[in-house]
Every structure is written in C-alpha cells, then in structure tokens.
C-alpha cells in the first residue's frame, strides 16, 4: 500500500516523441530570436552602407532599443501578472514635467526634484494598482483614465505655474548633482576616448570637440536599460516572487488559493511599472534638459508592442523578459533603420503594423507548440 | 565641403507628428529643390510630435553621414545637443521655421530660415491690437506642442492682455474644434478676435462661424494657408493669415546647402521667410498652391 | 480513529452570507487526527463554502475556528497552508500555462540562498516534483512540462500530490474524484487511506456514497447551510446515509432498479 | 431497445488526431432509437472526443459518419443540432450574464413575423423555459434570471432541460452528472430514462458503473482511443464492466473494501 | 414518471426577496441613466446662464454627442460580441481620405466614391475580424497592428498622391450629389425657419445670417446617429442575431457548441463597426468639404469609453446600446458643458479620467446586482 505501482502510466504510444533539439529550441524568446536574427540580416543587406552600422549609426538604435526596453521590462512583468498599463506614456511626460517644475520652478536641488518624483509617481502606480486590484476593474479602463489624468495635469500645471508647455533649464539645475549624473551621465568615456585616439572609432572633425571620439561613452540610459533587464529576468526566472508573478497573471483565483498575495503582486508590479517610467522620465529630462508636455505620447502602446513582439501573451501569466527586451531592441532597429535606410517616413508605421501581426503570428505558434495549448 | 560632384544628401527633420498636414509644403518645398538641384532629399519627422525622439532622429540622420541636415530648433535644451553633434562631426546644419537667430548662431548653423513663432506671434497681436481687439480666444490644436503655444503668448502679449484661459485646447477632431469654438464664443460673447494656429483649427473655426453667424463680424486671424484659409479670406471671414512661407523655409536651405558644398557660397544673414500677412488682396497665387507650395 | 484526542480542528458555529445569500446558518464540525471527515450533502448545501473558510479563503461571518485547541483567524489562505492545511479544491487551483513543478511548489518555493540573496531553487523543485508524481502513479516528460499539456486526471492527481506534499496535517479534498475513472477514483481513495494512516487529518467531499464509505470514519451531512448531524462510520447504514445526503427528501422512483445507492 | 431496426447513427472507423496527439484510432459504434447507450472508459480514453465528432464540433482526420442510413458530414454544431442531434457538453454551454429563457434558446431562438421582419419571441421563450423548468424541479425568480446566479446543479439542470427540448432524435450527455448531488444524479437518470422511453436515442458518458447500469441498454468502453467492444446489458456483470472501464489494468488493493465497484 | 414532482426546490428560505421596484431599476442602462442626470443636473446649476441650454448651445452638444454615438454603437456591438477596435479612428481618418481621392483626386461622383469607400472599410472590417477569429490572437493586437497601417496609408496615400494631406474641394465636388445629402445635409430646415419666425428659438442679430433662426435644422449627422442607436437597440434586444451576439461575446466556445455561428457574428460586428466609423468619417467629409491626415486621432479610445459609461462589460456578453448612446450623451455634454461653464480646457482630460472611473464603478456595482456575480 506504501506505493500504488500498478497504475502505471504509458502515454507515450499516443504522443509522437519531440526532439530534443526542436525541445531545447522552443521557448518564449524565441520568436524574439528569431526576429532579431531576420531585422538584422535584413538591414546588414539593405542599409549596411547607409551609416547604421557605424560607431555612431549603433550608438543611436542602441539608444532607442535601450529605451524602449526601460518601459518594456516594467511592462513586461506587468503583463505577465496579468494586468497592462495604459498609462505609461502619460506617466513619462507627468514625471518629466514633475521634476523640471520641483527643480526649475520651485529650485529644489536636482536629487531632491528625483527623488520626490520616483516617490510620487510609484505612489500613482500604487494607486493605480489599488484601483484595479480592489474594484476588480479591467486594468484596460483604469489605466486609461489615468492615462487622461495625468496627461491633463502635465499639460495644466506647467500651463498655470509657467504659462508655457515646456520648462526648460534643468541640465543647467542639474550641474555637478550627484543623482542627476546616475540618469544623464556616461560611463566608459575613458576606453572610448582611447578607441578614439587609437583610430578604432571615428573622431569629430572640428568645432569645440575636435579630435573626440564620436561616441564618447555609454549613456547610462543604456546601463539603466541592461540593468532593468537583468534584474526582470533574475526575479522572474529565479526567484519566488518571479513564480508569484507568473501565477498571478496565469490565474489569480488559483494563485490565491495556494497562498499567493496576489493583490500584493498586481499592485507591486504597477509600481515597477511606474518606477521603469520614471527612469525613462529622468533620463530624458537630465539628457536634454527640459521637460514638455508632449513627452512620452503612445509610449505605453509601443511597450506593449514590445512586450508582445517578444512574445509575451497578453492575457498574463507567459512572457520573459528576454523576449521583451528583444522586442524592444526589435522595435529600435526596425524605427531607426528604416530612416537609415531612406524609407519614406509615413510607411513607417505601415511597417510597424505588419511586423507586430507577423511577430504575434509567429509567437502564437511557438506558444502552442510549448504549452501544448489548443 | 568642396565636392562638386552632384548627389550631394540632405535631411530635414522637423518636430511635427505624422499627422499634422502643414508639413506637406515642407515636404513639397524640399521636393521641388531635390529635383532642381540634383541632390537626394529625405523628410524625417517624430511620429507623436515627441521632440525627445527627434532628437534621436537628428542622431540616426547625422550617423548615415548626409551632407546636411535641415532642422527646426523646437526645444533649445533637447534639440542642442544632438545638433551640435552632427555639426562637429562634419555635417553643415540650417535651422528652419522654428528657433532664434540666436539659438541657431549657438548651435553652430550656418543661417536660420524662417520665422520666430513668438515674434510672429507678437506682430499679429500689434496688428489686431491697431484694429481694435481686445479680447480674444486662441484655438490651439496642438496643445502638446510647446512652439504653436508661443504663437498664442506672443499674440496676447502683442495684444497686451493677458493670456488666461483664452487658450482653447481643443483637439484635431474637426467637428469638436468647431463646437468648441461655438461653446466659447456663447460663453463668453465678449470675445472680439479670434486666432487659430494652422489650418486644423482654421477650417473648423471658419465653420464655426458661419453657423453662428458671426463670420466676418469678429476679428479673425490665422497662420498658414490652406485652402479653406484662403477661401475665407476671400470671403471676408478672415482678416489676414500669416505666411511663413513654408515652402521657401524647406527649398532654400537645400538650394543654399547644395551651392555652399557645390560653390563654397553662402548668404551672409539669416532669412526670414515671415511673417507676411496674406489678406484679400493678391489672392490668386496663394489660392492655386495653397496646401501645396503656399 | 481516535475521539479520545483532541480535535485538530473545531468549527464552532460556523456562519457565511454572501450578500442577501445565507450560505452558511450555524455549523459546528470537529476533525481529528488521523481520521478522513466526510463531508456530504446536496448541490448548493454549503459543503465548499464551509471548508472554504477552513482553509483561509472566506472569512466567516460569525463562529469560531480553534486549530489545536487555540482560536485562529485565517485573513488568507497562506495563513491556512503555513498553520499546515492544505487543500485540493473543486475548480483545480492549476495554472495551465505554468511547469508542473512550479505549479506543485506555486506559493511554497523552495529557496536555497547565494549570498544574501534567495533564489528559487529549480533543481530541488524539479527533482522533488518528479518524485511525487512517480509515487503517484504519473511519469511526467518532465518537470518543464506545462500543466495545460496533461490530461484532466493527470492534473487533479499533481493538485492532490501538491496538497499531500505540503498538507502537514490536515488535508482538505473538494471533490476530488468527480472527474476521475475507476482507475484514478481507486488510486485517490487509496491515497487518502495511507494519508490518513500516516496521522494526517482528511476532509473528504463526495456526492458518492460508495466512496464515502470507502474510505470514511466519520460522515458529516450539511443540508441547506446548516448540520444534519455527524456519524461514526458503523452507525449509518448506506441508504440512511443517502437519504441524509439527498436532504431527507425522497427520491425518483428509478433509484430501486440502482440497489438503493446512487 | 430493438436491435432490429436500423441504426439512428453509424459511427465507422472514426479516427481523429490533435497535432502529435492521437485521440481516436479507429472507433465504430451504432446508435439505434430508443436505446441508452453508454459510453464508458478511462480518463482520456476519448469518449468526449468520440461525441465531439458526432454533434459536429470535430471533424474526424479519418471515418465515416452515417446519419438515418445516409453520409453526414457535420462542419459544424449547427448542422448536427440541425439533423437533431442535441448535446450536453462536460464543460458546460451555458453563458453565465445571459438570462436563462436565452441561454434555453441560444441557438434556436423563436421567432416571431412582423411584417417581414423576424423578431425573437421574448413572451414565448419566457413562457417555454420556465414551464420546462418546472418540468424538470426547478423553480426560476423568473425567466430573466441570470445563469450565473444559479447553482451548479440548476445549471446543469438548464442545460438537460434544453437538451431534451431540443433533441429530437438523439440526445448527448458528456458526465452529467460528475458534480451533481444524490437527488439531482437521481432526477437525471429518471430524465434519461423517460427520454429513451420516447423513442429517442441517448448517448451517455460516466464514470460510474452503477449510474451506467441504472438506465444503459448497451455499453460501449473506450480505451486509449480504441473501442473494446460493446456489450448488452444482462450480458455482463458490474465487476467486468469496471474491469473494462479501467482499461483491462488491475485497481489498487482499495477496491475490495468498496464491494467491488467504485 | 411523467412528471418528478418530489424535487420541489424551495431555495427562497436563503435568499432575501428583492423588491420589484429595485428589480425594475437594474437593469445595463441604469449607469448611464443615473450619470445623464447628473451631468445634466450638474450643468444645469452651474452652467444654466452660459448659454449651453438657448437652442444653439443644445445643438452644439449635441452635434457633438451624435459623432461619439455613431462610432459607439458599432463599438458597443462589437463589445458585446467580445471583441474591440482599435483601428476605429485610423478607419475614420483613411475612409475619409477615401472618399477625397476618388471625388475630388480621381473626379468620380460623389456617390460613387462615398459607395467604393463603404466597401472598401467594409472589407477592412472583415479582414480585422477574419483575423482575429482565425489567429485566435487578441482583438487588441490584431487592431493595433490595423491602427498603424491605415494611419500610415492615410498619409501616405495623399502625400503620394496628391502632394498634400489635406484635400479639400470635396463640398464643391458633392453639390447636388444625392447620396452626399444623405450625409451632409440638414432635415427639418422648414419647421426650424417658421419656429425662428415664430420667435420661438432666437434668430441671429448681426452677421451675414440675421434674421434667420441660429438652429436652421437638424443635420442629418444627428439623424444617423439615432437611426443607428435605434437600430443597433433592436438588433441586440429584439432578433435572433442579437441574441447571438451575447453569446458570442458571454462565452465564444459555449455559444459555439449550441450552433451559433459565433465567427460570422464576431466578423460581422467587426464589419459594423468599420460601417459606423465611415459614416462618422463621411459625414464629417461632407460637412467640412475636405479630409485630413490626422483626422480621427484617438477616436477608438472616445468610442470604447462612450461604450464603458453605458455598462457594457469590456470583456463582452454584456452591455447595451441605450446605455452607450447614454455614454456617449455624457461624454459629448460633460466635454461641451466644460467649455461652457469656463473651465481651464486643459482640465477637461483631467475631468474626463474621473468620470471614466466613476462610471465604470458604479457601473460594475450594478451589474453584480443584476447577475449575481461574485
Ligand atoms: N461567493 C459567493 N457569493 C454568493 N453566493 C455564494 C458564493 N459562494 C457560494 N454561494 C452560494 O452559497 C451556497 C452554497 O454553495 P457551495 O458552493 O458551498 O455549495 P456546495 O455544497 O459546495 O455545492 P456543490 O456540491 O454543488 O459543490 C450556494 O447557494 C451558492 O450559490
Ligand atoms: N483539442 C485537443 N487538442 C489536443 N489534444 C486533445 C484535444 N482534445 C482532446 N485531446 C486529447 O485527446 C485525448 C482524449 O481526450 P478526451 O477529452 O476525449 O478524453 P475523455 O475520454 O473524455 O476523458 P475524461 O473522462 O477525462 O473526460 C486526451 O489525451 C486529450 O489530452
Ligand atoms: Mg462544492
Ligand atoms: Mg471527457
């Protein structure tokens, strides 16, 4: 009685047998793979000679996927909770505009100005959370009031306060402050100043900077963006909240039966959310200086188009984050490249489209295969 | 910058979201020069109107090494750096339709073509000012775009009354900038002119008006043309538009680019493409290409 | 069975509504140890509801809940899993998308530090996971398998393996067997005998009689939210029982031709 | 029953695969009129399969379906509904923020002419459904009520109920009774068991050897996607019938203590 | 045992009786009904004297109110059947472009190019739902992906084309056109004439226009609207179809198993709401005489609020379309009344973000009155 070894289960003759290759093959990034490896044998053919590839043509995509990578992976973890956030592109320009007027208008030192941003704008996706976790709202409306709240204040405050949708002058505000340099520094200047005088990479030809490198460092929008993205995929791979996150999304009622706080996950992940825009807020503002109320305009759809090009489901409870920063580095070189390669600009998003419905095609498939879902 | 060869590329970024139709002239205009010059043109531009991402564009124009980029300066603070970048690196820069003189001096372009928003913005306040407004309501359709918005400050400060709430933000859609409009203007019917910023809110405003019946009665101006801008001029409704000419903002930087690296030569001022005030009189050329090369 | 112990568990008078829905009206139910608590009644009798709030996921309205002899307020169900209740319920708390052996460790991760840090330990989860579902009978492809790919039966198995894993001491089954076949009804109800030999309590919920008695040592009969008393397996003859289960009321005629249990 | 006359439905050689999967490898079963027929075997042997194809929600990959003598080919639930074959699936088809007089009728709405318009009949399908409600025990607030206020056994009630007054020639049962309680099990069987008396054949899937020798008039047992024959009743006894439903496998040692039959 | 009358079921013990005037009250419209009177109440205290209630103002929001209908009873249906377009505005602004091409570009009559084009976006309309429900892929993605392409085309096209992306000349094109009429028109214009001369609406006092009534009909913008509330009402509530779309949105499998046609239904609805969106697309065309690029921008997110306000469940299988024309009606006077009552317009978003909220709450709270949801 201590085994019970006369049920013995032998399906196998019913289930062909899977390859062990095709098995270690098929995972959530791979549509994401796949379609980094097409993007870029496709560009290396097309535009390999337009400058794209250049020290200076990598640094610029770079700096696109990068930040689209930054909303990607708080938008990523988000979506596999189970839940999106319309609001993200709002929350870009609100949180921009929040730190130009505490340090312009109100003249706060600059890492006073960041800090009560980061605060405020976690406190918003707590809020947001809260909403969507205690009405049991589609997060789909609650997100897209939000998104119209906070558009409006980041349009009405500067518009009272300044009389004007842009307020300027922070790089100004931000000299020598020692959080703003975290955000709109470089790193690496040194070894890049050296492949520069080695000839490695190419030098300006004259003005104030003459006889620099081009690209004189790694912005640390891209640092930001690299560490995001190990630190999503470590606490979604690795860890036990990272198995929370994926039970909430996959189904809440089941995860809460086992003891999963799920509201607790739901809401954590809208301030990761929040958080992840909010570095993309101050990076942007400490790189260029100002703030304006156009800031962040449908970046919460590119997230998601990220996020779902990188195969993620949008229903929660499947993705990596992996695939999401591969989307987003999908979507950047897609952006930039079709300007290198001289498309007319108005098809850009003809191509935008057709990509995400042949990404999502392609992701279905290999989701299929992997959950043997029907 | 002494290639004589023809073939020579140039790239205009501008800050205007895709959907924004005063461009077209623009694109028209770069067009036109492209193909009398012989060079390769391309128009970039922001698909949301995000200047944060424009700068990026500037960035990726200026990696695939064009001759010359042609750029507005729509935020000073976002847009400098990336310029001054493509300017160190060999690349010959004209600022266009948005910016100062100045600003265009201190990132390092060769000239500026166009017309200073607010200064624009100021001359038509002094005009209506003269003409005898003194209140008005400024539709604005791109509220999010900061450079449209100092048009409005620069009228009211022509004007000298106070911008407040005479600011109408009030979307793209046409039936709502026209209602809007009506709603203003009943609930506040001490309102005796009327700005719009382009064609977008003009169209819907001229409608506006003629369903309430105070076309031609109120104070009306524009900037830019379009076809219905200048049928209404015409029609008496609208008093002046402003032209900026944006067609000589986008040909003559490629003209003045494409002889500066053919011929070393170069104009020695900036050029101020506006503003000129586009009132009844001398309406047919404007009303043939307007939307097109006016 | 032992009565002379103390009760593992006492539900003192239990209330639950929902709204202007009176699910529960007053139930007083005992467990001990080592025992298997059968829990009977018709559709809509309150029996999920009521063990619902003995693992943590209802709070009741009113009543009493002493875990070994101390008063316990279960604000959740982890509450309830860490006081050692573990529970397999009647809508399978399976994540269809996720492995099985994130599924059977879903809400108790294994952890094994690195540093300072605590990660999830994949390798003690998988090879914990694999093992368990071998006891049960079940040769997973692996571990990595997502639960969405197994068949109905396969899955209440990996639910009630999770539950008998973690169920230190009281094990909770909401109808566990009403999807299964005679093969895998046989192999639970021998899985609740050597549960419940091992000292642990169990709560067995059944619309089957035959299965009841199989395995009972003590049936509970809730009708319409309230108790219609509790019986010593022995007292209760197989038709008392039904008629007990079917609320007292009579039966189709039909029944005759079945032998008296349905 | 009257093996006599001909079959209602031919199944012959009905193979069907899901991807790598496959479901049924060659299944062969007749239905005549006026017969019980049971469809009995383990988890995934493929009985839900084998009547998917029969109401039209499969196409088989391979066989031949024979509908009163003639070749069907059902696209879709439609057609099957259509020729009168009506179903009632494991997972339910009822829609929970529908009223019951829709959900009754989705599919087959009443219509009534105005002019040349054709509207829904609300008046009749409140009037139908709450008769046929009555019918079957249940008492309805009114025809309006949501479904999703109704228990699990109304609502599986609901769902027979529609079945019967739709079927007109066959009617289809997936396990309806795996969550019902003693008395609802037992009003369903009387159900079938008058259905059958009207001529109409009824094609019935358990797992519960008693519920299937209650009202069946013949067995057929699946096993692994392979049918291992059907027999009459009378011509086999419960203990062989079980032995067939477990797949010909040995049950655990549990089973002696259950009398035999699970 | 032609009857089983021991199974009496006499649950009422366990359940509180409802009364029948509450059952009376709830039922999907009642959000919509509730937030009508407020915002009306509302407005009329603190706007009654802004001129928002002479005859002009009642026109003004309702012009405005009727464009949100016509674009949210095809978003309601297609709700109800469980899906959702995101395309709606890009469909409105390409549509619109369409029919400027062919009338005044390629110089086809008017009807003719109003009819290709109903056709064209029908077909569009099929083809998002041809995808969605053979992908199985989310109404979400798939419209997104439509969204940027139609967008990318509506400026592509013209720009191509005609070198501008306004074209206008499509009033002078449509002068006398039958079927423009049908779009562009104005009904009623005799009895509005004889209510001005009767002095029973105001008649303008300066301008070109004096003397005549300031209300000179009612436009057939506002006829449409009602004719497909009306319409769309009967649909859902009255026909076969109807009950059909329920079931496709409430449950496509369960639906799909009783033998409703649930991928025609859903492809349908996907066809009536690109139906809708041009006929908001054509009448705006024939009222303002020309087409713009932009035109349409964020129009599915007003529709699908509209349709949110009125009680529809995002999540389909529930709603109904009184209560979107309600939502509709809210929003159109909520955003109108704003302007009249003076309120900073940039606030308006701010405003529009609580109502959302506020409505969708009440509205889940009546809604779990009604079904007995948990
Ligand atoms: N969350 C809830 N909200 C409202 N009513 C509820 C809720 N949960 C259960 N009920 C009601 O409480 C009563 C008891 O339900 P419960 O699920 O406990 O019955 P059960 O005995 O488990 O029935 P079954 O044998 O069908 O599983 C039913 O009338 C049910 O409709
Ligand atoms: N749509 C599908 N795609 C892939 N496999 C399927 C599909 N439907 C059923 N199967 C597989 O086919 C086999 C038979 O399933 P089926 O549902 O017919 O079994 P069943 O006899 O009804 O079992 P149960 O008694 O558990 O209801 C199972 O292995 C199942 O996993
Ligand atoms: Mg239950
Ligand atoms: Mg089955």
Redesign the interface.
């Known amino acids: 009685m201590s085994e019970t070894p006369t049920v013995a289960v032998t399906d196998d003759e019913r289930v062909k047998e899977m390859s062990a290759f095709r098995k270690a093959l098929i995972r959530p990034e791979l549509g994401g793979i796949c379609g980094t490896i097409i993007v870029f044998t496709l560009f290396l053919l097309f535009a390999h000679d337009?400058?794209?590839f250049?020290s200076?043509?990598i640094?610029?995509?770079s700096?696109?996927s990068a930040q689209f990578m930054i909303i990607a992976v708080g938008a990523c973890l988000l979506m596999i909770a189970g839940e999106f956030d319309l609001s993200v592109g709002s929350m870009i320009g609100f949180a921009g505009m929040m730190i130009a007027i505490f340090s312009v208008t109100l003249g706060w030192p600059v890492w006073m100005a960041i800090l009560v941003t980061f605060a405020l704008c976690i406190a918003i996706g707590a809020l947001n959370g809260y909403i969507v976790v205690r009405t049991g709202l589609p997060s789909f409306i609650v997100t897209l009031a939000l998104l119209f709240i906070l558009r409006g204040f980041t349009?009405y405050l500067p518009?009272t306060i300044e009389?004007?949708?842009?307020i300027?002058?922070?790089?100004d505000a931000a000299q020598g402050d020692w959080l703003a340099a975290l955000f709109g520094g470089k790193v690496l200047t040194g070894l890049f100043s050296w492949l520069g005088e080695a000839g490695l990479i190419?030098t300006?030809?004259?003005?104030?900077?003459?006889g620099q490198p081009?690209v004189d460092g790694i912005p640390m929008l891209i640092v930001w963006a690299l560490g995001l993205v190990v630190f999503g995929h470590v606490l979604l791979t690795r860890t036990r909240f990272g198995n929370w996150i994926y039970a909430s999304g996959g189904d809440a009622q089941a995860a809460r039966y086992v003891g999963v706080p799920v509201n607790r996950v739901k809401i954590l992940m809208f301030m990761f959310t929040a958080f992840c825009a909010t570095v993309f807020a101050t990076c942007?503002v400490m790189?260029?200086?100002?703030a304006?109320?156009?800031?962040?305009?449908?970046?919460e759809f590119e997230a998601i188009i990220a996020v779902v090009i990188g195969g993620a489901l949008l229903t929660g409870g499947y993705g990596s984050v992996i695939g999401a920063a591969l989307g987003a580095l999908i979507f950047g070189v897609v952006q930039?490249g079709l300007?290198?390669a001289?498309v007319e600009?108005?098809l850009?998003?003809v191509f935008l489209g057709i990509i995400l419905l042949f990404a999502v095609v392609l992701n279905t498939y290999i989701r299929r295969m992997i959950t043997g879902e029907r | 910058t002494l290639a004589s060869a023809e073939g020579e590329k140039y790239v205009l970024v501008s800050h205007a979201?895709?959907?924004?139709?005063w461009?077209?002239?623009i694109?028209?205009g770069i067009?036109l020069a492209g193909e009398q010059m012989g060079v390769e043109v391309?128009?970039?531009?922001p698909?949301?109107?995000?200047?944060?991402d424009m700068?990026?564009?500037i960035?990726?124009?200026?990696?695939?090494?064009p001759n010359g980029i042609i750029t507005t300066l729509a935020?000073?603070?976002?847009?400098q750096?990336p310029i001054?970048?493509a300017?160190?690196?060999?690349i010959d820069v004209i600022i266009m339709n948005t910016g100062t003189p100045e600003q265009a001096r201190e990132v390092?372009a060769l000239m500026y073509v166009g017309q200073p928003e607010y200064d624009a913005g100021l001359a038509a306040g002094m005009r209506a000012k003269d003409d005898g407004v003194t209140s008005f309501l400024c539709v604005n359709h791109a509220?999010?775009?900061?450079t449209v918005?100092?048009r409005c400050?620069g009228f009211a400060d022509g004007l000298g009354v106070d911008?407040g709430?005479s600011?109408?933000?009030?979307g793209?859609?046409?039936?709502?900038i026209k209602?809007?409009v009506?709603?203003?203007l009943?609930?506040?019917?001490e309102t005796d002119g009327i700005l719009t910023l382009g064609?977008?809110s003009a169209?819907?405003t001229i409608?506006a008006l003629e369903e309430?019946?105070?076309?031609?009665?109120l104070y009306f101006g524009t900037f830019d043309l379009?076809?219905?801008i200048v049928k209404g001029i015409k029609a008496g409704v609208i008093q002046w538009g402003i032209d900026q000419q944006p067609f000589l903002q986008a040909y003559l930087p490629v003209v003045i680019l494409t002889n500066y690296h053919r011929y070393g030569v170069l104009p020695g001022n900036n050029i101020n493409s506006g503003p000129g005030f586009v009132t009844a009189d001398g309406l047919e050329m404007v009303e043939k290409f307007a939307?097109?090369y006016r | 069975m032992n009565p002379e112990h103390a009760p593992l568990i006492e539900m003192k008078n239990i209330e639950k509504h929902f709204g202007s829905v009176i699910a529960l009206a007053g139930v007083s139910v005992e467990i001990y140890p080592g025992e298997c608590h059968c829990l009977l009644g018709d559709n809509g009798a309150g029996k999920s509801t009521f063990i619902k709030t003995m693992s943590g996921v209802h709070r009741p309205t009113s009543g009493e809940i002493l875990f070994e002899g101390r008063p316990m307020r279960f604000d959740d169900p982890r509450d309830a899993i860490e006081a050692g209740i573990a529970t397999v319920y009647q809508d399978l708390a399976m994540i269809p998308l996720m492995s099985v052996s994130r599924n059977f460790f879903m809400g108790n991760e294994p952890l094994k530090k690195v540093g300072p840090l605590k990660f999830f330990d994949h390798a003690l989860a998988a090879e914990v996971t694999m093992s368990e579902m071998r006891k049960m009978g079940i040769n997973l492809r692996g571990p990595d398998q997502a639960v969405g790919t197994l068949s109905g039966g396969e899955r209440q198995t990996v639910a009630i393996a999770r539950a008998v894993h973690f169920g230190a001491k009281v094990l909770i089954l909401d109808e566990p067997t009403s999807a299964l076949g005679v093969r895998q009804t046989a192999n639970v109800l021998a899985t609740i005998d050597k549960v419940r030999k091992q000292g642990i309590a169990v709560v067995f919920i059944t619309h089957n009689v035959r299965h009841a008695l199989a395995v009972g040592d003590r049936f509970t009969v809730l009708n319409r939210g309230k108790t219609l008393g509790t019986a010593q397996r022995g007292q209760i003859t197989p038709d008392e029982l039904q008629d007990l289960m079917a609320g007292g009321q009579e039966l189709v005629a039909l029944e005759d031709s079945l032998g008296g249990t349905v």
């Open positions: 337009s400058g794209m250049n200076q043509g640094m610029n995509w700096v696109v349009i518009q009389r004007k949708t842009i300027g002058g922070v790089a190419e300006f030809e004259r003005g104030t900077r003459a081009v942007q790189e260029f200086g100002s304006g109320a156009d800031r962040g305009l449908l970046k930039q300007f290198f001289g600009s108005s850009f998003r | 979201p895709d959907s924004d139709s461009w077209n002239t694109k028209n067009a391309e128009y970039r531009n698909p949301t109107g995000d200047l944060a700068a990026r564009i960035e990726q124009a200026a990696a695939a090494g935020d000073f603070d976002v847009l750096g001054k970048a300017v160190d690196s060999g390092g509220i999010q775009q900061p918005g100092e400050r911008l709430d600011m109408l933000d009030s793209t859609d046409p039936a709502e209602n809007k009506l709603a203003y009943s609930a506040n019917p064609p977008v169209d819907p409608a309430n019946g105070m076309a031609g009665d379009g076809d219905e939307g097109e």
